[in-house]
């Protein structure tokens, strides 16, 4: 238990009146500083590689996705936000994605999906802003989620390069 | 329900045992224990009988063991004190008073420098391959194996995408070369079609002259595979292992009733049937007709505001102005009218409904004052001697124990087109009818239908969707005499509902006329 | 050239009263954009230059809104409630001299909708009707927050209307006249300013006009931490603006009261003879201030307690104000004038 002895007040205190410019005055001056608002639409808050954005799958520089839909992503996902149905390709790979959903309205921007991927087939983008008029439009398909590599390149080289780094600490 | 085994041999070749005399066990020490062990079985299932897991590629309990891929080596000493050393366990018969140590760093040591040779070649496409979640070269190397290989050497290129007939596609790369596949089909199919061939890091398994594979039971090489080399064309890709909800089930192809697993996506979409190991049925196996029938269980809903075209769900009567979906209690209370209307109603069973479903019917039917009778198609040409009866009716037995009498389908037509009504219950009913048959009855008969598919039948009164047999629980009796278990395996659609609680709620309805 | 006298009349209502609503609305700007500047934020600046058309885009969505009456609300009163608090508010406007006197050819207009010889009087029992719309809006609505807001706005009211009558009071007694024109004329010159010979009544008024208006730090009315938002919690759309309107023209009202009473109304210091317009800007500049220090004085104090309110007006205001009205009594009975 505290017992706080609460000041004696002064007389000057108790009238009350000077405080009252006092705190008058404090906001007066404070009146001409410059104001620190940012016009949001117009000056957005910059982002670099370290912004962890809504996940995007990458696009190789031959235009098709890396994803082969092997589901670490989906079963890393602690919001369940990733749907992922495969299905055969005659590319190399054999394997790709038919149907690759994310629900934004679920995802929580985590990135244990960036790091569950083992193919560099999605990575955390910049991208932050999410609207739209229904539920349906904010399940992001593959079309939407799709962006080519070059556009994701500083995230995919900070990855690489903080993967390097906790590999260190490891050996 | 009957129970007991068929006491008149049959046909099968996995006939109910008998109660068989107790083999004679030796006792041996396995990881410090004393057990007892079949001395007819090699070392590796006395392990697993002790619940030691000891891996395994090229061993299978269904086929002999030969000893190729080593993952299964143990110490063992001939005795306490005895010096020991490491042998493949699935090549080690028992001797008594063995001492076996699966646990021990040299044990270890072995098993690991032997994963390490098996994935010098093995391909790390994991995320591409069917098989990862269930495949046990990923389980042991997780368990086992070390995570960096030290090999310079690139792995060997072969073909990843070679068809090997309608079923299975073979990936050469991945195959670690158990064959495995190979014993399939000399120990139990008794037809050879497969064979390792070339030498060394060419080795590969293939078909005599590149023939494709025949016969009924190919899909059974994919699930023995211990790899990814073997896959289902049906599955390729379809879905990640972990995904797939497992519920134990029966297969309806045959009255062989093959213990099986239905496997579905997201708990939603059957995707695989496998089968279940049951001694006294299946043992590991079951036929490719029976492995691939997830089409009669995965009917598309019908279009946007149409009846006919696919499942056949909730309620539906015909009004003025042609069939029209209504609520369940209005429809009982119609087809309750309309049965008693008729003096004699004709009512017929599918060979599909359990052991539940045809006691509910037969208090319907003691009710009606009528018989029911089942519809029994004349065997098909898919019997064997192995697994497949030939019969297309999954609970023959047990409707023949609860007194039900068969009825060929040209029968059951010409009783149907003189009678002044007839139900038709279970699922498969029309087809097994036939539905083009069905159609052409005239207007005047009154035809009530609980069927899973909804045809266009002119004499159609009313029709009751059902639950399939992967959604709906219940027991079939095979051939032998041996309960087959159905569980909910995927949730019917809405608006259907278990057919023995229609069947009840339809006798609530013909009991108690007066109060409606 | 004739020009009849009831058009005469029309112009000056016209501007006046358009003058008060418009000041009353752009008051709902300043508002936002002191409390922004305040804390170096921008405030509105989207619909017109500088925000400025945001009332307009305001007064739109408020008249656009859906209005709800709470189902056991008393319809009539509810309905009537804002109005009878926004009226008296721009009544009062009438009496005040926004200025001298215009000399157009042979007319002199007197610069007031109405010149009437008991204007303090007028205005002191318009601006107590107001109350009315307070407690009743609170009452009608059917609510606890809305009728404990209502009881709150009506002990205020009546604890502090005490005071400032009897501020005013002395200024009457001092100045000999309830007309609101003598008042000013006779305040010519800044010497003749009655800021110096009743310098606790200023501020007993200025004081005052905060718990008059309901504004902070007195605003128990509304009270949103307690009260959710005190007498108009469930009213809506236009009819909860027509509350907002009302505070804002009591909130001018009574700063140009102030004005007058105290400042000499349209005088300009040092230059008595200014023409009649510099007059008028003289008289919005010193009723702005006082607009301004409502503004201020809200976003700079926090709420006092209902007891701590009660308190000052009973044992502190209105001793100060009876000894306030004493002195000057005996003054101008037994002073030197």
Known sequence: ?171 | MSQTPNPAPSSSPNPAPAPAAKPATIKIQVDGREVEADPKQPLIRACHDQGVDVPMYCYHPGLSPVGSCRICQVEVAAGPGQPSRVVAACRTPVSPGMVVQTDTPKAHETRRECLEFLLKNHPLDCPICDKAGECDLQDYSFNEGQGKGRSSEPRRKLEKRKSLGDVIVLDEERCILCSRCVRFFQEVTHKPQLTVSGLGSRSTIATFADKPLSGNYQGNIADICPVGALTLKPFRFQARVWNLSKTLSTCAECSRGCSITVEALRGKEVKRFRPRYNPQVNQHWMCDVGRFAYAPVTQPLPPEGSIVGGRLIGATIRGYNGLERVELESALAEIADLLRASSKPLVLLSPFVTQEEARAALELCASLGVAPRFVSPAPNNLKDDLLHTGDPCPNRRGLSDLGIAPIEPAAALTELASASAALLVGERVQALLGVAELAKLTTAARLVVLDVVAHDLAALDAALGVPTHVEKSGQWINVDGHVGVLNVAVPAPAGVAPLDRTLRELLEHCRAPAAR | MEVPLPLIWLVKIVVIFGGLVSTAALMSLAERKVSAWMQYRIGPNRVGPFGLLQPLADGVKFIFKEELIPAGANKFMFRLAPALSAAPAMLTMAVIPIGGTVVLGEYSIPLSIADVDIGVLFLLAFSGLSIYGVILGGWASNSKYSLLGGLRASAQMISYELTLILTILAVVALEGTLNLRTISENQQHVGEWNIWTQPLAFVLFTITMFAETNRHPFDFAECEPELVGGFHTEYSAMRFALYFLGEYCAMTVLSCLNATLFLGGPSVPFWPEAPWFVGIAAFCLKAGFFLFLFLWVRWSLPRMRFDQLMRLGWKVFLPLALANLLITGGFIAFGAH
């Open chain 1, 1 to 171: 238990m505290v017992i706080v002895q609460r000041k004696e007040l002064t007389l000057a205190e108790r009238l009350y009146l000077p405080e009252i410019f006092r705190g008058l005055s404090i906001t007066f001056r404070k009146f001409f500083e410059k104001p620190i608002t940012r016009q949001y639409p117009e000056e957005p808050l910059p982002t670099d590689e370290v912004t962890r954005g809504q996940p995007r799958l990458v696009v190789k520089d031959d235009g098709n996705i890396a994803c082969v839909s092997c589901g670490m992503c989906e079963i890393a996902c602690p919001a369940y936000a990733i749907t992922i149905d495969g299905g055969e390709t005659d590319r190399q790979i054999e394997r790709e994605p038919k149907r690759f959903e994310i629900d934004m309205l679920r995802c929580i921007l985590c990135g244990f999906c960036e790091e569950a991927c083992p193919k560099d087939a999605i990575f955390m983008s910049n991208e932050l802003e999410l609207a739209d008029y229904t539920r349906r439009g904010l399940i992001y398909d593959m079309e939407k989620l799709k962006r080519p590599k070059s556009a994701l390149q500083p995230r995919i080289d900070y990855v690489y390069k903080i993967n390097k780094r906790w590999r260190r600490t490891q050996a």
